[in-house]
């Protein structure tokens, strides 16, 4: 294959929320481009893009896809997204790369929440966006309420460039508001007539209005069109690009996926007014502490950036990269920025779905497969051995739901963290730990159906099945008031024994001090070679768990007396004296139960503000305030006991029909209240029964 000058590639992410007919869209654009015989079906498994058996199984986009067709002499590299609110971090990797978003919108639900997050991912990139209304053969399709929902929730910067011909049933084509005509499909093929006369009112109104909202960008076109002279419909097509490129103007398109009405002239917008990697602004590369910009120019040095990283079962490892600069070629030697080792690009791929085909070399702007780097992972640049810059990828999201993980067969412990760590260089939203004082390899993602396939990708790709189980919160206890107490260690077998005393003093701290150490021993009490053992004989009773069985934290030890044997006196002796001893005084203490609390920041359309308010009120959480968002958003920030925000993922999503978002952090521990710590204990006990 030969190579394509960055002027001719388009690189369009298809967005949208799930339903809309995104992958169903990438199937008619391949096989109206001829890049295949007949269009698959999502039902049936059978396209493209969705090609992972789990996506296969669920019926849903997973990960993002590479599809990429030929309009022309232009190629365009699809990239088709999940539209599921757990795998947003595909969007945002597909919409680092692209130079277009395309918005897919059901003509029957309308606007809905996803389409609503990816324009706002995609602002945030002052990304250029066109829209596609699609579905428009349905039943209940409604095109003129769709487009008035764009106008009133995306501004007026919304451009219908068709009408459609017909409705529901009866949809057979789209009338072209640029070039006043109407193109009709018989039997699939297009053909282009004269507006019907039924909607040639609606539709001369409708010209009107977008010619002049294109021209007023343009002082040349608007003087020339208040002198009465209307400019030629390239002359409208190459003014509706430039704004277009500038995001100012966002045109609206319209068809039907599955009957592939209005798909190739999709293609041919995106051919003829999407804008191409030389439209784009540079990139900000950083080298050390200075930053600076590099062009998206073919004969400028080679750099690269891995946006997506694919676990092939049979290839190995797959780093998709996006060429930012220069042009790229077969066995390069690049330099990770991040590790700072050379890797040879062996082979360069362009992938379509799971196929692949060699290609010689990329250009700046293209998007390239490179199998079997040996140590890149996603978010890595690769540059020139004599320019070590970093580029700033796409941050990975906080996680916002975890699960503990056991694997059901005995011994496959390190078999699972092995497979865990693997999943998490494909897919950079997922999160692994192990808790060592709760005993749990925790998954944490972005809700329920991220961890549940997760959970299946670990048995179809690695051979481990596992069990899942809550998270178990980490409580801990600490003291209310000062005790004294004497541990003793006495042991006496035949020939060495063991002795040792120590008494010792608890003092409560300041809530976060941890654990202080105070050695009062005076005339020799206890040698001095044995008090670090008295410490660290608290210490392990600490960790080990008071009254509750929880670690005690936020405690003073003071060390004020003790005895000892001249000959059977050890460090265990008096290592066991203080653990004896510091049990005894914990108790006499007031020991409470303290538990983690996380301060949780809320954003939620104010529509929803009080529902929020009423449900974090019922979780025991204490609202610290709030403050306008983007928009219409409110933004609440409260304290909450990280018990009562185990599934606050999927509940805020339910209660604010996923419009509301979350960021959560550790923040204190605080004293449970006498009531609840009751409560708990008989629910730990009975779990640890």
């Given at each position: 294959?030969?190579?394509?000058?960055s002027a001719?590639i388009?690189?369009?992410?298809?967005?949208?929320?799930?339903?809309?007919?995104?992958?169903t869209?990438?199937?008619?654009?391949?096989?109206c481009?001829?890049?295949?015989?007949?269009?698959?079906?999502?039902?049936?498994?059978?396209?493209?893009?969705?090609?992972?058996?789990?996506?296969?199984?669920?019926?849903?986009?997973?990960?993002l896809?590479?599809?990429p067709?030929?309009?022309?002499?232009?190629?365009?590299?699809?990239l088709?997204?999940?539209g599921?609110?757990?795998f947003?971090?595909?969007?945002?990797?597909?919409?680092s790369?692209?130079?277009?978003?395309?918005l897919?919108?059901?003509?029957?639900?309308?606007?809905?929440?996803q389409?609503?997050?990816?324009?706002?991912?995609?602002?945030?990139?002052?990304?250029?966006r066109?829209?596609?209304?699609?579905k428009?053969?349905?039943?209940?399709?409604d095109?003129?309420?769709?487009?008035?929902?764009?106008?009133?929730?995306?501004g007026?910067?919304?451009?219908?460039l068709?009408l459609?011909?017909?409705h529901?049933?009866?949809?057979?084509?789209?009338a072209d508001?640029?070039?006043?005509?109407?193109?009709?499909y018989d039997s699939?093929e297009?053909?282009?007539?004269?507006?019907?006369?039924?909607?040639?009112?609606?539709?001369?109104?409708?010209?009107?209005?977008?010619?002049?909202?294109?021209?007023?960008?343009?002082?040349?076109?608007?003087?020339?069109?208040?002198?009465?002279d209307?400019?030629?419909p390239k002359?409208?097509?190459?003014a509706?690009?430039?704004?277009?490129?500038?995001?100012s103007?966002?045109?609206?398109?319209?068809?039907?996926?599955?009957?592939?009405?209005?798909?190739?002239?999709?293609?041919?917008?995106?051919a003829?007014?999407?804008?191409?990697?030389?439209?784009?602004p540079?990139t900000r590369?950083?080298?050390?502490?200075?930053?600076?910009?590099?062009?998206?120019?073919?004969?400028?040095?080679?750099?690269?950036?891995?946006f997506?990283?694919?676990?092939?079962?049979?290839?190995?490892?797959?780093?998709?990269?996006h060429?930012l600069?220069?042009?790229?070629?077969?066995?390069?030697?690049?330099?990770?920025?991040?590790?700072?080792?050379?890797?040879?690009?062996h082979?360069?791929?362009?992938?379509?779905?799971?196929?692949?085909?060699?290609i010689?070399?990329?250009?700046?702007?293209?998007?390239?497969?490179?199998?079997?780097?040996?140590?890149?992972?996603?978010?890595?640049t690769?540059?020139?051995?004599?320019?070590?810059?970093?580029?700033?990828?796409?941050t990975?999201?906080?996680?916002l739901?975890?699960?503990?993980?056991?694997?059901?067969?005995?011994?496959?412990?390190?078999?699972?963290?092995?497979?865990?760590?693997?999943?998490?260089?494909?897919?950079?939203?997922?999160?692994?730990?192990?808790?060592?004082?709760?005993?749990q390899?925790?998954?944490?993602?972005?809700?329920?159906?991220?961890?549940?396939i997760?959970?299946?990708?670990?048995?179809?790709?690695?051979?481990v099945d596992?069990?899942?189980?809550?998270?178990?919160?980490?409580?801990?206890?600490?003291?209310?008031?000062?005790?004294?107490a004497e541990?003793?260690?006495?042991?006496?077998?035949?020939?060495?024994?063991q002795?040792?005393?120590?008494?010792?003093?608890?003092?409560?701290?300041?809530?976060?001090?941890?654990?202080?150490f105070?050695?009062?021993i005076?005339?020799?009490?206890?040698?001095?070679?044995?008090?670090p053992?008295?410490?660290?004989?608290?210490?392990?009773?600490m960790?080990?768990?008071?009254?509750?069985?929880f670690?005690?934290v936020?405690?003073?030890?003071?060390?004020?007396?003790?005895?000892?044997?001249?000959?059977?006196?050890?460090?265990?002796?008096?290592k066991?004296?203080?653990?004896?001893?510091?049990?005894?005084a914990v108790?006499a203490?007031g020991p409470?139960l303290?538990?983690?609390?996380s301060?949780?920041?809320?954003t939620?359309?104010?529509?929803?503000?009080?529902d929020?308010?009423?449900?974090?009120?019922?979780?025991?959480g204490?609202?610290l305030?709030?403050?306008t968002?983007?928009?219409d958003e409110?933004?609440?920030?409260?304290?909450?006991?990280?018990?009562?925000?185990?599934?606050?993922?999927?509940?805020?999503?339910?209660?604010t029909?996923?419009?509301?978002?979350?960021?959560?952090e550790?923040?204190?521990y605080e004293?449970?209240p006498?009531?609840?710590?009751?409560?708990?204990?008989?629910?730990?006990?009975?779990?640890?029964a």
């Open positions: 294959m030969g190579t394509v000058p001719k388009r690189n369009v992410a298809l967005v949208g929320h799930g339903g809309s007919g995104k992958t869209l990438a199937e008619a654009l391949l096989h481009s001829g890049a295949l015989n007949r269009p698959g079906r999502v039902e049936d498994g059978s396209t493209v893009s969705d090609f992972e058996p789990e996506e296969q199984k669920h019926g849903i986009s997973i990960s896809a590479l599809a067709i030929w309009h022309e002499d232009v190629r365009i590299n699809l088709d997204t999940p599921y609110a757990d947003v971090t595909e969007v945002e990797a597909a919409l790369v692209a130079d277009l978003a395309v897919v919108v059901s003509a029957v639900e309308g606007v809905e929440v389409t609503e997050v990816a324009w706002r991912l995609a602002a945030r990139r002052n990304l250029p066109l829209i596609f209304v699609n428009l053969d349905r039943e209940r399709s095109f003129e309420g769709t487009l008035e929902q764009l106008r009133n929730l995306f007026a910067g919304i451009a219908p068709e459609p011909i017909g529901e049933a009866s949809f057979s084509g789209v508001l640029l070039t006043d005509t109407a193109i009709t699939g297009p053909v282009t007539g004269t507006i019907p006369d039924d909607m040639e009112e609606l539709e001369h109104r409708v010209h009107e209005a977008l010619v002049e909202g294109i021209v007023v960008a343009d002082d040349t076109l608007m003087e020339r069109y208040l002198e009465g209307v400019p030629a002359e409208l097509e190459a509706l690009a430039h704004g277009v490129a500038a995001g103007v966002f045109p609206v398109v319209c068809g039907s996926a599955t009957k592939e009405v209005g798909i190739d002239r999709l293609a041919a917008f995106i003829e007014i999407g804008p191409s990697p030389l439209d784009r540079a590369v950083r080298a050390g502490s200075e930053e600076t910009e590099v062009p998206v120019d073919p004969a400028g040095p080679p750099l690269a950036r891995v997506k990283t694919i676990a092939d079962p049979y290839v190995g490892r797959i780093s998709l990269l060429v600069s220069g042009t790229v070629k077969a066995d390069s030697v690049l330099v990770n920025s991040r590790t700072h080792a050379e890797e040879k690009l082979s360069l791929q362009l992938l379509r779905g799971k196929e692949s085909e060699p010689g070399e990329v250009q700046a702007g293209d998007v390239v497969a490179v199998p079997k780097l040996a140590d890149v992972h996603t978010g890595d690769l540059a020139p051995k004599n320019m070590p810059v970093l580029v700033d990828g796409t990975p999201p906080s996680p739901l975890s699960t503990a993980l056991r694997p059901r067969a005995k011994g496959d412990e390190d078999k699972l963290m092995t497979a865990l760590h693997r999943l998490q260089e494909e897919d950079v939203a997922l999160f692994v730990r192990r808790e060592d004082e709760t005993h390899t925790i998954l944490s993602g972005m809700g329920d159906t991220h961890l549940q997760a959970c299946e990708r670990l048995h179809r790709k690695y051979g596992v069990e899942t189980e809550p998270v178990k919160v980490p409580y801990r206890e600490t003291i209310t008031r000062q005790a004294e541990g003793k260690y006495k042991k006496q077998t035949g020939g060495h024994g002795y040792g005393v120590c008494n010792l003093r608890l003092e409560p701290l300041d809530r976060g001090s941890g654990f202080e105070v050695d009062a005076v005339g020799g009490a206890i040698p001095r070679q044995f008090i053992a008295v410490e660290k004989g608290v210490q392990e009773a960790g080990n768990g008071g009254h509750f069985g670690p005690v936020d405690v003073k030890a003071t060390c004020f007396d003790g005895k000892f044997h001249s000959v059977d006196s050890s460090e265990m002796s008096f066991m004296a203080a653990s004896l001893g510091f049990k005894e108790e203490a409470v303290l538990e983690p609390v301060r949780l920041e809320v939620v359309p104010s529509a929803y503000q009080g929020v308010l009423g449900d974090l009120n019922s979780r025991r204490r609202v305030g709030t403050d968002g983007e928009g409110q933004v609440v920030v409260a304290l909450v006991p990280t018990s009562e925000l185990g599934r606050y993922a999927t509940d805020l999503r339910s209660l029909g996923g419009r509301g978002r979350f960021r959560l550790h923040e204190r004293v449970v006498p009531q609840i710590a009751e409560r708990l204990m008989k629910q730990i006990e009975a779990e640890r």
